[in-house]
């Protein structure tokens, strides 16, 4: 994987991860009560914030990835 390529992949994984927390901060109640509440709304919120948390680790597998294909 070239450079640009990796700094690209890392570049959408990157807003991919601002647009699932700011869709998450979005929906987020007052109160932890309100949030037992939410229902469907609170299983989006942890699947988006899910996403988010994956998407780090995606972008640790494209920092690696030289290391690792080199046999270092």
Do not use: W
């Not at 994987?1 to 109640?29: F, N, W, Y």
């Amino acid at each position: 994987m070239t450079g640009r390529i990796r700094d690209t992949a890392i570049r959408i994984k990157l807003q991919e991860m601002r647009e699932s927390v700011d869709m998450a901060r979005e929906h987020l109640p007052d109160s932890i009560d309100l949030f037992e509440h939410l229902g469907i709304v609170k299983d989006g919120i942890y699947k988006r914030i899910g996403y988010a948390i994956e998407n780090v680790f995606d972008i640790c597998a494209i920092v690696n990835y030289p290391l690792l294909s080199s046999g270092a």
